[in-house]
């Protein structure tokens, strides 16, 4: 993978939130303040205007790159999270290649990492952690099995990042804004899972199409 896919990725991510930002602002309004669809869609403007910067990047330096822009242009609590998913993605070493599926895999986990540590939040918070936690793990299990194919490898990953994203649902969040409203928070998706769960469905889709990842 090099970084003209990453911007790609980016610009999918991009077109795949707008078809999706109603919904989400939705799921904010019930149970945030409000402000996670200005929040992402804040980072992902600011990520493509510094397009050419990034494409002369290798994708580890890249990575950095977005996660210092998404310091400085996200506010609240996501901004400084997202932040450290791309951070702790560009510590691996191998991150300027990601030429096979181990590695981003590795990369995966300790970007989740990082914002584990960043949030203190994990499974059953009701955070985007519900999503990123479990896809990671399996992501790792994944990788080690030589009988699977990319695609099914992918196919599965999208499963779990909805999994994760609907197991939200029900519970009451006991981390970020909406830990404010107790059980009231039940019966709604998390907005962060939702858009993380989305991102993850996004790069498993163009990576499904893509014939020259392995
Ligand atoms: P803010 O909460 O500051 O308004 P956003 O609305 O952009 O920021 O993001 C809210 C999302 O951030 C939540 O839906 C949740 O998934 C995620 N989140 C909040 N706090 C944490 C945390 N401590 N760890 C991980 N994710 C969190
Ligand atoms: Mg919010």
């Given at each position: 993978m090099n970084s003209e896919m990453i911007i790609q990725i980016i610009k999918e991510v991009q077109k795949a939130y707008e078809a999706n930002a109603s919904e989400?602002?939705?799921?904010?309004?019930?149970?945030?303040?409000?402000?996670?669809v200005i929040n992402m869609r804040r980072g992902l403007k600011a990520i493509l205007e510094i397009e050419e910067e990034l494409g002369s990047l290798k994708p580890g330096g890249a990575l950095n790159k977005i996660a210092m822009t998404l310091l400085s242009s996200i506010g609240g609590a996501a901004g400084p999270l997202f932040a450290s998913?791309?951070?702790g993605m560009a510590k691996v070493p191998g991150s300027d290649h990601m030429d096979d599926s181990k590695t981003v895999a590795k990369m995966?986990?300790?970007?989740?990492?990082?914002?584990?540590?960043?949030?203190?939040?994990?499974?059953?918070?009701?955070?985007?952690?519900?999503?990123?936690i479990p896809v990671s793990t399996l992501f790792n299990k994944l990788v080690e099995?030589?009988?699977l194919s990319k695609n099914e490898m992918l196919r599965q990953l999208m499963?779990?990042?909805?999994?994760?994203?609907?197991?939200?649902k029900d519970i009451a969040a006991?981390?970020?804004?909406?830990?404010?409203?107790?059980?009231?928070?039940?019966?709604h998706i998390d907005p962060g899972a939702k858009s993380c769960q989305l991102?993850?469905?996004t790069?498993?889709?163009?990576?499904?199409n893509q014939e020259k990842i392995r």
């Open positions: 989400i602002e939705k799921l904010d309004q019930a149970i945030g303040d409000g402000d996670h998913m791309f951070m995966f986990s300790s970007g989740v990492e990082l914002v584990k540590q960043r949030g203190k939040a994990d499974v059953g918070d009701k955070t985007m952690m519900d999503v990123l099995r030589s009988d499963a779990e990042a909805e999994r994760g994203m609907l197991s939200t006991t981390k970020g804004r909406a830990s404010y409203l107790g059980e009231r928070a039940k019966g991102i993850i469905f790069i498993c889709d163009y990576l499904m």
